[in-house]
């Protein structure tokens, strides 16, 4: 797009960029407010439906559907409080800490080839490290709110976020691994194809260590039944008490935001990225499987796959929240170190060895990519140099498409 | 030491000197069922004492009665335990014939009974589903309160009241049922008997409530009586008392002739054939678990009740007979009579001087007891289990304070 500005336009280089940059954060800003109002609508709808109610019915015509909006303009309206012996700095600050961080880790997310925000060579890396930032917000908000109930929000959330680090992190290894790349791009191009191309069923292991993805990271985004940071039966709100109107909101922006970002992170990384489970485009002529070739038209309907993905992500979410009881802390922490830890580390070795052993699959030839996968970690990994190279070259992203393409 | 480690995995070592903080729970709280106020003597998760204070929502109602005559005090009654307010309308109308020597009409001995169950269900609902809110899961609330607005609707159609019904009066009713009522009953109890395995699936057999609740605030059989704990509390422990079959012989000749089982728990034996899940292989007798499924068993046990109430009901034949004057005359003298509430074994006392005014009322709380526990149960648990010992007790506020 820059090139573009730059080559057709004859604008400078740094405005371009800086258009471009603009304009990134302005479409991904966009895209998790208008995703919170949905997800915020479509949480009251299912919600009530699960509980045999009908929730919101008439805000904005049939189904409430403008009732975020309605909700959002009564958060502005609200008083801005703040307790006495609250610490001002700190308490302002903490809410937008946590939107930021979970706003910046969409900066490395693919909603398909080649439509990111800034293409990273770390993208996984980037994505939980960043998304791990959030916790700060909410320690500085228990912190400096001057509750007792805060502060136990977020002591809990603070030894919960970081014990979950580990198994998530060893989780999201795997595709990694399986890819031979931290760049979300390559994983998820590396699933094109059929459905079967798509790491969830690359081999049992993959498909058991997602599972523990998803309980992972429903838990470092503080969701039901790991919701122990804001506890309402326990601790009145948790971290978030004496927050009200648009700093509260903020919370909820940045809750809803990593909940989305997990899921579309589960997506590019288990379930096929962008591809759809049917090769649709390629069957029909329409491209040559290689997606940097495809048309844009191609790209926005990998955007819309990458989007339904997260969203029943998203959806099951919700779904667990309004059926299952919360866990007590001590459970949680169980949860983590005597289940999910193993389990993914076990889980790890058995891709490790799978690999090693059946880089093709049960059936030979059942996994075509498979073969090409090895292949290119195999590659990479003796080309270390050009893999440093890479990474230096990475300040300026279009380089990165020239060498997929190669 | 080691054995004693086996014994309590919450005793913990710290490397670390922590200090205690002293954290109100209350009285405005989302998990304290009205305006209960716990004070909270925590080291990090750990509660090492908590205290309960009471007396927000005193209303001096025992006071009231003494300037009332004995049927105006009705009302008074209905807002002690506001959720199973027919059951406190029968406990006082029951206490003050005792007193005059007057036995209600056969049919409206078994109406009687056929309300204070039905009763009895809508509170163990709203104690159900609460305690879903306590452990965090909304929707089994939700659920209870589908089914416990069928029970309103049909008392609102017996006294025009949803919540206080100063229906059951001193002499009988103040009106008979209304015409199709029963069907309407019936029809709700059909419709109502599958919904229970919904909340079975939901709350009692769900992995996570049952890790909660089983081997949390067990309390004791002999601990369960040295504080006077009543009702589901004290069946929850396994023994085996309720005052429909051990009390009064004016209370328990109310029951004469109806066929049912104590629900209580004796080492995973279950009073009747019914299709019960089974007990968690964690769950102790005496924890927060069993006193929950206690209430449970009673819901069904109730309907049982229920429809051979509306057997006999519509067998007797006669007037329903009407209530006594509002200005009743009270004898020289007192009684004292317990009642099997859903909370506990609520008692009344009153003292007649010859005059229509009691010159004394009193009443003894069942869920006053029941909370008396709460702080023995709560040494030393984290704070996630404060909600789901105080929630197991099923207390109400109004009741407590009077």
């Not at chain 1, 390559?186 to 998803?214: C, L, M, R």
């Not at chain 1, 978030?240 to 970002?261: D, I, Q, V």
């Amino acid at each position: 797009m820059a090139e573009f500005l730059i080559e057709t336009a004859g604008l400078p280089a740094w405005l371009s960029w800086t258009a471009i940059a603009v304009l990134s954060a302005v479409l991904i800003l966009n895209v998790i407010a208008g995703g919170a109002l949905v997800f915020i609508w479509a949480e009251r709808k299912i919600a009530a439906r699960i509980q045999d109610r009908l929730g919101p019915t008439r805000t904005g015509g049939r189904f409430g559907w403008l009732q975020s909006l309605a909700d959002g303009i009564k958060l502005l309206a609200k008083e801005d409080l703040m307790p006495d012996g609250a610490d001002a700095l700190l308490f302002r600050i903490a809410p937008y800490v946590s939107f930021c961080a979970s706003f910046c880790a969409f900066i490395a997310l693919p909603f398909a080839f080649d439509v990111v925000g800034q293409r990273l060579n770390v993208g996984v890396f980037f994505v939980v490290a960043v998304l791990g930032l959030e916790v700060f917000g909410v320690i500085l908000a228990g912190y400096a709110s001057a509750s007792k109930w805060s502060l136990f929000g977020a002591m809990r959330e603070a030894a919960q976020v970081v014990s979950y680090e580990v198994p998530l992190g060893m989780c999201v290894v795997v595709p990694v691994m399986l890819a031979g790349s931290m760049d979300l791009v390559t994983i998820g191009e590396k699933q094109a194809g059929w459905g079967s191309n798509w790491f969830i069923f690359h081999d049992p292991f993959t498909f058991i260590i997602f599972w523990v993805y998803y309980t992972c990271a429903l838990a470092s985004v503080n969701r039901a039944p790991f919701d122990l940071a804001e506890a309402e039966s326990e601790l009145v709100a948790g971290f978030h008490t004496e927050y009200s109107g648009l700093r509260w909101s903020f919370f909820f922006m940045a809750e809803y935001g990593s909940m989305f970002l997990v899921s579309a992170l589960a997506a590019i990384l288990f379930l096929g990225a962008w591809n759809g489970p049917v090769p649709v485009s390629q069957l029909l002529g329409l491209s040559d499987g290689m997606a940097a070739n495809a048309p844009y038209a191609l790209r926005l309907l990998g955007c819309m796959n990458l989007l339904l993905k997260a969203t029943v992500g998203v959806l099951v979410m919700m779904w667990i929240r309004w059926t299952l009881p919360r866990l007590r802390i001590d459970q949680v922490m169980t949860t983590c170190l005597k289940y999910c830890t193993p389990i993914a580390a076990a889980m790890f070795a058995g891709v490790m060895l799978w690999q090693l052993f059946l880089p093709g699959g049960l059936v030979a030839g059942s996994f075509q990519n498979a073969a090409g996968v090895r292949e290119g970690w195999l590659e990479q990994s003796n080309n270390q140099e050009s893999v440093n190279e890479d990474a230096l070259s990475d300040i300026v992203p279009s380089r990165r498409i020239v060498e997929v393409s190669r | 030491m080691s054995q004693i480690l086996d014994e309590d995995q919450r005793i913990i070592e710290f490397d670390v000197r922590t200090d205690e903080m002293l954290v109100n729970m209350g009285p405005q709280h989302p998990s304290t069922h009205g305006v209960l106020r716990l004070v909270l003597r925590t080291d990090g998760e750990i509660v090492s004492e908590m205290e309960p204070h009471i007396g927000y929502l005193h209303r001096c109602a025992e006071k009231i009665g003494e300037n009332l005559t004995a049927r105006q005090w009705i009302p008074y009654t209905d807002r002690m335990d506001y959720l199973a307010a027919m059951n406190m309308n029968l406990g006082w109308s029951l206490t003050v014939e005792k007193l005059l020597r007057y036995q209600v009409s056969e049919k409206a001995r078994h109406l009687r009974i056929l309300i204070a169950e039905l009763n009895r269900i809508a509170s163990h609902l709203v104690g159900m589903g609460a305690y879903g809110l306590d452990l965090g899961t909304f929707s089994p609330f939700l659920y209870a309160f589908r089914e416990r607005e069928k029970i309103l609707d049909l008392l609102e159609e017996v006294c025009g009241a949803r919540l206080t019904y100063s229906y059951i009066t001193i002499g009988g009713m103040t009106a008979d049922l209304p015409p199709g009522w029963l069907q309407r009953c019936e029809a709700f109890l059909d419709q109502f008997e599958p919904v229970i395995r919904e909340y079975h699936t939901l709350l009692t057999t769900n992995a996570i409530f049952v890790k909660r609740t089983a081997n949390v605030g067990v309390l004791s059989p002999e601990m369960a009586i040295d504080y006077g704990c009543t009702g589901p509390v004290l069946r929850g422990s396994g023994i085996d008392i309720d005052l429909r079959r051990d009390g009064e012989s004016i209370y328990t000749a109310m029951y004469d002739g109806y066929a049912f089982e104590v629900a209580v728990m004796k080492d995973g034996h279950y009073p009747r054939d019914h299709e019960y899940p089974a007990v968690p292989q964690d769950a102790v007798l005496g924890d927060c678990w069993h006193r929950f499924f206690v209430r449970m068993l009673e819901v069904v046990q109730s309907m049982d009740l229920i429809r051979q109430s509306i057997d006999r009901y519509s067998q007797c034949k006669g007037p329903l007979g009407e209530p006594l004057k509002l200005i009743e005359k009270l004898p020289k003298g007192d009684a004292y009579l317990e009642t099997e509430c859903p909370k506990g074994q609520m008692g009344f006392y009153v003292v007649g001087d010859g005059t229509s005014i009691p010159w004394r009322v009193r009443a003894r709380s069942s869920a006053f007891s029941n909370l008396a526990v709460a702080p023995e149960l709560c040494r030393g648990c984290l704070i996630a289990d404060v909600p789901s010992v105080v929630g197991s007790l099923d207390v109400v506020m109004g009741e407590i304070d009077r």
